[in-house]
């Protein structure tokens, strides 16, 4: 079975409606995409008050990105089980203690602490798997692209969280600030539960997790599209995630906190505005060429990052095109899953795919921590490996069936 919500056929007139569903659910996501992102903005606080080495600082980081992509899998199987507006509001909830359990650590210093609250924190990152299969359910088939290429934009709120932050904690101080995030979030909740509802189209999905992946699991195109999505979608969680990290430590005469915030939000929007034209460009010129473009790109210039330029206009423009490949790249990636599976394992594959992206995000911000190189104050080791990983998926990608355009 689908691990997206079943559905029946349904009329336009029976759909009326979708478009505001959709919308207010991307607001659910943005604001559960800033709580998971809430820790990486104010990196370099953490890491001066509790004394962090880059080990520290990089597992740190990551930790919210493993649950975050692994609980996507149990998610998704639950929103086809209860629905989302029940999952919106529940994972909207259970992501409050979380965000206020940072708040503690960080008030207390305790980085033991920081490190459960950032394990607990990953449950909002799961909030992706639920918008996808709701918002799917609210449009025909041929306009669920454009659903999801809507709903994907909720990861602006890694944007949001690079951007206001900072800023923030600044302003009103660190603990206000995650209260603040924390009232967002119980906010959103009621908003969900009064206001979001089922498509007429959906309907109650009881089958069992466990026989739906291992079903998705068993086909090839499973593996070759959670490759390339864990580079794409992978790579654009681990940036940012990692790059006030990396601007701060790289361009420390150059970049603070709040500048490396600002640059962080505008490698998020860079992304969150390719990824719907990599669908629409997909869908009018087949989705291999549209990847094959984005990991051309992503290759390129993370060679051009790996020979770190001087601060300034150059920096900016790469790292911002280097989100717009990625973008491209995700949405391409999500128009190939489609016409190249069963229809009945669909959402399965979907939802492996997405845990898969996630999980892309967990290794680089590690890889770029124990390859650190401190005399020559460079990430060039880390950077060389993306480089080579992307031109593998590249050669990876040529390689596949072109499932070519929609006439």
């Known amino acids: 079975m689908s691990a997206q919500s079943t559905t029946v056929p349904s009329t336009d007139t029976s759909l009326k409606g979708g478009f505001t569903q959709v919308i207010l659910a991307t607001l659910a996501s943005t604001v559960g995409f800033w709580a998971w992102m809430a820790i990486a903005p104010l990196q370099k606080t953490y890491a001066t008050q509790m004394g962090l080495d880059e080990g520290q600082i990089s597992l740190m980081l990551a930790t919210p990105v493993l649950v975050g992509a692994l609980g996507r899998i149990v998610v998704g199987a639950m929103t086809d089980r209860f629905g989302g507006r029940k999952m ?13 359990l940072v708040a503690l650590a960080g008030s207390i210093k305790s980085f033991p602490l920081l490190l459960l609250a950032g394990f607990y924190l990953g449950v909002a990152g799961t909030i992706f798997a639920v918008g996808v299969p709701f918002s799917s359910a609210w449009f025909p088939p041929e306009r669920r692209g454009f659903a999801n290429g809507v709903f994907g934009m909720g990861m602006i709120g890694t944007a949001v ?32 539960w009064f206001f979001l509802r089922e498509s007429p189209a959906w309907q109650a999905n009881d089958a069992k997790l466990i026989p739906k992946v291992i079903g998705a699991l ?12 864990g580079i794409v979608f992978g790579g654009f969680v681990a940036f940012s995630t990692f790059l006030p990290k990396y601007l701060t430590t790289i361009y420390p005469d150059e970049v603070d906190a709040v500048g490396a915030g600002t640059r962080t939000a505008l490698f998020a929007v860079a992304a969150v505005i390719a990824r719907p034209i990599g669908g629409v460009l997909a869908d009018r010129f087949g989705p291999k060429v549209i990847a094959l473009i984005s990991l051309g790109g992503i290759v390129t210039l993370a060679y051009v990052v790996g020979q770190q330029p001087p601060e300034g206009i150059v920096t900016g423009a790469t790292f911002i095109m280097m989100a717009a490949a990625m973008g491209l790249g995700m949405g391409a990636v999500f128009a190939w899953i489609g016409p190249s599976t069963p229809k009945d394992k669909v959402g399965a594959v979907s939802g492996v795919v997405a845990a898969a992206g996630g999980l892309g995000g967990y290794f680089p911000p590690l890889v770029m921590g124990a390859t650190y190189n401190a005399e020559t104050n460079s990430y060039q080791l ?8 992307g031109a593998f998926a590249l050669v990876v990608a040529g390689m596949l069936k072109d499932v070519g355009r929609k006439k």
């Not at 919106?88 to 206020?100: E, Y």
């Not at 090839?220 to 390339?228: I, K």
């Not at 880390?382 to 990983?389: A, P, T």
């Open 218 to 229: 068993k086909l090839p195109v499973t593996w070759e599209m959670s490759f390339l999505y």
């Open 382 to 389: 880390g950077l060389w490996f993306l480089v080579l990983v």
């Open 161 to 192: 969280s690079a951007f206001f932050t900072p800023r923030l904690a600044e302003s009103i101080g660190y603990f206000p600030t995650h209260l603040l995030i924390a009232a967002l979030l119980l906010l959103m909740a009621v908003l969900s």
């Open 88 to 100: 919106f509001t529940f994972v909207l909830l259970l992501s409050i203690p979380a965000v206020l």
